[in-house]
Every structure is written in C-alpha cells, then in structure tokens.
C-alpha cells in the first residue's frame, strides 16, 4: 500500500472515528444530565444537613463529567474539520483536545480503582445521617426528607444490627412500605447498575481516545509533509475557442484513421471557425466548392505543381 493510500484511509478512519466520539460524548452527556438532575441522586444531594458528605463527591463527579463532554466534542469537531480541509493548525487542535480527554480518563479510572466505593459510601453515610436525625425526632423536615428518600428509591428503613434506634423504626415501615426492600440495599444496587454503565463509557472513550491520537498524530505528519490526498490550490479555466474541439497530435489521428481519415481531419483543422460555430468554406456566397487540395497546407499544394498535376485552384489560394 502507497503513502497516498495510507493517507486515504487514516482520513476515513479518523472520520468514523470522531463520529463515534460524537455520540459517545452525547452518552456522556446524557448520563451526567440524569447524574446532577436526577431523582435519586437529587434527593441525596438535597438533603439539609450540617455537613452534607455526598454534595462534595457530586461536585467533583459532575465537573469532571462536563469536561470529558466539552473535550470530546471539541476534539472530534476539530479533527473532522482538519481531515477534510487538510488544516494542520485544526488536526494540532483536535490532538491537544484528545490528549486532554485522556488524561480526564486516566484519572477517573485510577480513581475507580483507588477508591471503588467512595460514592456509594457517601451516599449511604448521608442517608444514615437523615435516617438516625428523623428517628430521633429532632427536625421535622428530616422526616420529609426521609420519606421523599424511601420514595424514590422504593425502600423503606434500614435493617442493621448496628441500629440503636428500638422500637421507633417499627413504626416507620408500616402497611405497603413494610414489604419494600431495605433502603441501604436499594441504593447499593442503584449505584452498582450506574457505576458499570460509567465503567463501559469509560473504556469505549479510552479506546476511542487513543485510536483518535494515534490517527490525529499520522494525519498531522502526513500535512506537514505535503502527502496529502487531493491536490491544494486554485485552478483557473483559460476560456478556449468557440466551437473548436481539443485537437490529438496528427501522426495519431493518420495511425487510428488511416490516410483518408488524416486528410479530413487536417482539412477540418485549416478550415476557419467563427465565433458561432459555422464552417465557412466559400469564398464568396456564389462561388463553387474548391477542392479539397486547396485547403492542404501550401507546402502539398507546391508538392503537386512539381509534379506538374492541375490543381484547380486559384491563384490566390496558393498564395495563401
């Protein structure tokens, strides 16, 4: 394969590649909106507490959500942009937007890693705090937080041995609500679905982010050195003759016609053409036909009067 069609296929490559960055950067999107807005994230967030432990992590979580959206994006407009005007300062572009992007990767899967559940203990450490103060009966919109909590994530209470609480819990499930599962259960196995669509979302963005650099890093090189696929610049048509077709080279009009196509051909070429395409062989609108010889060249027309044949034309035509 030659360096041009090498180049043919990293520029379609790298334009399927930033659409499919486009509509990961929409998923991302998407999930970060149902992230902040909500209902079971939002009612956790929303809580009125001294020291909300799960306002901070939805913060950071939301942030770092928003500038993954905003580089992906970018980048993929940049670089699709820059493969097809050919824009080596658009393709540079599209490289930093890229590099930044895995970078934001990099670190929210060493955060997953390094702290796999500081997420879902925020949450459950805010719902304990809202749980315990409603219990204890110290503030009444607690006790509102707390049902609108067990309502939205269809749980009721909490069952733990490390409860301290008696009998006041007893009365808080009653009815429907006592058949509901355990709400600390019910927000484990809420973030355990949403944390493995995040995880899926990252992998595909890492593996889309280093097929994009690694593409967006050929093309650039590819533009500095001039391989490009198409031919750059600006293209003047010179305006030709009216009527006057492009003319092959004679000795290939006689080899394809033979001899009696290669005097038509060098006839029709003397022969002058006006501006509106008409074929003015008489001389005047009265006059005969000349013979074909009269509109060979001068030097045929001598050829014959050597060998002493009759022309037949005037003397002004030999002239000419």
Known sequence: MGPWSRVRVAKCQMLVTCFFILLLGLSVATM???????????????????KNPYQAVHQWAFSAGLSLVGLLTLGAVLSAVATVKEAQGLMAGGFL???LAFCTQVQVVFW??????????????????????????TSHVLRQELAAIQDVFLCCGKRSPFSRLGSTEADLCQGE???????????????????????????????LTVSALLLSSFLWFAIRCGCSLDRKGKYTLT?????????E????????????????????AIGPRGCLGSLRWLQESDAAPLPLSCHLPAHRALQGRSRGGLSGCPEQGLSD
Do not use: W
């Open 239 to 247: 305006p030709r003759a009216c009527g006057r077709q492009p003319q």
């Open 177 to 207: 609500e006592a058949a509901r599962e355990d709400c600390l259960q019910g927000i484990r196995s809420f973030l355990r679905t949403h944390q493995q669509v995040a995880s899926s979302l990252t992998s595909i963005g890492l593996a």
């Open 97 to 99: 937007c890229f590099s």
């Open 32 to 50: 970060v909106t149902l992230t902040y807005f909500g209902a079971h994230f939002a009612v956790i967030r929303r809580a009125s507490l001294e």
């Open 112 to 137: 997953r890693l390094h702290s796999p559940t500081q997420v879902e203990d925020a949450m459950l450490d805010t719902y304990d705090l809202v749980y315990e103060q409603a219990m204890k009966g």
């Open 249 to 268: 080279p004679s000795l290939l009009r006689c080899s394809q016609g033979g001899p009696a196509h290669c005097l038509h051909s060098e006839a029709d």
